[in-house]
């Protein structure tokens, strides 16, 4: 079967800083792909080059065969990939509703009609539809990571990035979103999760890649890549290993 | 502008009695403004009050052209001027060259129109503050080119030669229809899908287009929309004044003004720019005849007064004003 998603080289820098370098992977259709790292690993500057939020310096995206290297982030919502934020960016003075209305009328399947009843379709999946009159700036930071999570889905993505979703939350909360993520892929969207929670990526993903330093450390299932003494120095040091 | 105030009454239910107010509010008193506006030249209050309600409906216009921008999509510019400037210009031109005004005033709105997309296309890749220091530098590029171009007259300025009769009551019909439709356009913008990316762009533009709106085009097209309606303004003033002048129609305190508008009314709402430009109007020339030195300084003044205290301009206190009346009226309902 043919990737979704590869990257090939794909390298960012920031000044001399290289935040993300000479990364290469593929995602295969329908997945759950893990991706993990310690803080300042590139975990959120990948997220962004391939959601289309920052432009790689070198490297290759490509999504469903088209190369999206370079594309604008609008670009890259209406070619089928969509993200959420770790730190929610909620549009503060717009209703709940209209939130995800965004994501509906402007993602790929743009359609006026029914656009108000098809927002709330969202909201109920994720378990917010109660709150959709309220204005977004009155929203807990988990309703705030939930209204994310819909209006990305909302833009109809065939791959859907998420970042740090789970961060911030209750262990009940979290175990919702992890359900839901579960839904939204056997739903076939394919799910690219960035999380710095270790047994919340181990639990849902397959395969899941580490990154360190900019740079991929280890890619493969969930217990082996938990066993790799370069995954466990990475998170723990090497002192500590011996 | 305050959350509240933007959010306005969409948040919560309210009952029957509020609901009649909020009725009222946003489609009995417009109608009522309307009539009562078209029925004064009817009344004959005299020719200085009809000029003054004429000042103030093109600068209805302009302000709501503004608020598009500035108010809906949040890129605030102080450059409009140049548009009020072109649209006159371009006016005054067509009219002397023979054109029918209704036409001349269309062709101000295009002039405008392109010459905003000439602007836009290097400021809208600017954020914040960035945007609203070019547009200052924008308005008195042009205001000095157009101080040396001596087609229009330079800094002497420009006449009409208007063949038509001059009867005040058309002109003031012409400002009064123009405002109109630019309170429809801006009704018409608020509820389409470029509203909503407006209003995406001016909450977050990254967010917005992560979720797939283009804020370039999108900015660019209702920056357009904006100067045309306030070109159309600057054409209908420079026809009922038959002189035109660079320090006249582009100075930089026009710009300030045509943004100070939709801030006393409140900036981003649908009524707000025309509150605004009713309060501005009415009030200005009496502040300049009164306080010629200080004028600026009051209006400055205002602007900080308004930022400071209640960012959602009179629209803000109305609307503090309803969820006080409904919640009067939902314990009532309740004891």
């Given at each position: 079967m043919a990737p979704i998603l590869k990257l090939e080289n794909l390298t960012r820098y920031f000044a001399a800083l290289a935040?993300?370098?000479?990364v290469s992977f593929e995602i295969e259709p329908g997945g759950l792909v893990g991706l993990i790292g310690p803080n300042g690993a590139g975990k959120t500057t990948l997220l962004s080059l391939v959601a289309g939020s920052l432009k790689p310096t070198s490297g290759k995206i490509e999504f469903e065969g088209r190369?999206?290297?370079?594309?604008?982030s609008f670009q890259a919502v209406r070619a089928g990939v969509a993200r959420t934020h770790q730190i929610p960016k909620p549009?503060?003075?717009?209703t709940v509703r209209e939130n995800v209305e965004v994501g509906l009328r402007f993602?790929?399947?743009?359609?006026?009609?029914?656009a108000t009843k098809k927002a709330e379709e969202f909201l109920d999946m994720v378990g917010i539809a109660a709150l959709a009159r309220r204005p977004a700036f009155l929203l807990s930071v988990g309703d705030l990571k939930r209204l994310e999570l819909a209006r990305a889905l909302a833009a109809r993505p065939t791959l859907l990035l998420c970042d740090e979703i789970c961060s911030g939350l209750t262990e009940t909360e979290s175990g919702l979103i992890l359900r839901l993520l579960c839904d939204i892929r056997r739903a076939g969207t394919t799910i690219l999760y960035v999380e710095h929670n270790l047994r919340a990526i181990m639990s849902v993903c397959d395969p899941v890649i580490v990154m360190n330093y900019g740079q991929k450390l280890a890619e493969g299932p969930p217990t082996a890549v938990q066993n790799d003494p370069s995954v466990i120095e990475a998170y723990i040091g090497k002192k500590a290993m011996i | 502008m305050g959350q509240e105030a933007a959010v306005g009454v969409k948040d919560g239910g309210g009952n029957a009695g509020s609901s009649s107010v909020s009725r009222f509010v946003s489609v009995v008193a417009p109608l009522l403004l309307l009539a009562s506006l078209a029925a004064v030249p009817l009344v004959g209050p005299g020719p200085n009050i009809v000029r003054l309600l004429f000042m103030t409906l093109t600068l209805v216009t302009a302000s709501v052209g503004w608020n598009l921008i500035g108010?809906?999509?949040?890129?605030?510019?102080?450059?409009f001027a140049v548009f009020y400037g072109l649209g006159a210009y371009t006016t005054a031109l067509s009219i002397n060259g023979g054109i029918p005004p209704a036409i001349a005033f269309l062709l101000g709105a295009v002039v405008a129109a392109v010459a905003s997309l000439l602007i836009g296309l290097p400021t809208f890749r600017l954020k914040g503050p960035y945007f609203a220091i070019a547009t200052i530098g924008v308005s008195e590029a042009v205001r000095v080119v157009m101080m040396n171009v001596p087609f229009t007259g330079g800094a002497s300025g420009y006449r009409i030669i208007d063949k038509t009769r001059f009867v005040q009551s058309h002109h003031y019909y012409t400002a009064l229809v123009l405002a109109a439709l630019a309170v429809g356009i801006s009704i018409l913008v608020r509820r389409s899908k470029l509203g909503l990316a407006l209003t995406a762009i001016r909450e977050d533009q990254d967010a917005a287009s992560d979720l797939g709106v283009n804020p370039f085009i999108a900015k660019l097209a209702v920056h357009a929309l904006a100067a045309a309606l306030a070109a159309a303004a600057g054409g209908v003033y420079a026809r009922y004044s038959l002189f035109i002048d660079p320090d006249g129609v582009f100075a930089f305190r026009n710009g300030i003004a045509i943004l100070l508008m939709p801030i006393i009314g409140?900036?981003?709402?649908?009524w707000g720019p025309v509150i605004g430009a009713f309060v501005y109007g009415l009030i200005h020339e009496e502040v300049v005849a009164n306080f010629p030195q200080a004028h600026l300084l009051i209006f400055g003044s205002l602007l900080i007064l308004i930022i400071l205290f209640e960012p959602g301009g009179v629209m803000g206190l109305l609307q503090k004003f309803l969820r006080f009346v409904r919640a009067r009226s939902s314990v009532g309902s309740h004891s």
């Open positions: 935040a993300v370098k000479d190369n999206l290297a370079g594309a604008k549009f503060r003075t717009m993602g790929r399947r743009e359609k006026a009609a029914g | 108010g809906f999509a949040g890129q605030i510019s102080f450059g409140g900036v981003g709402t649908i």
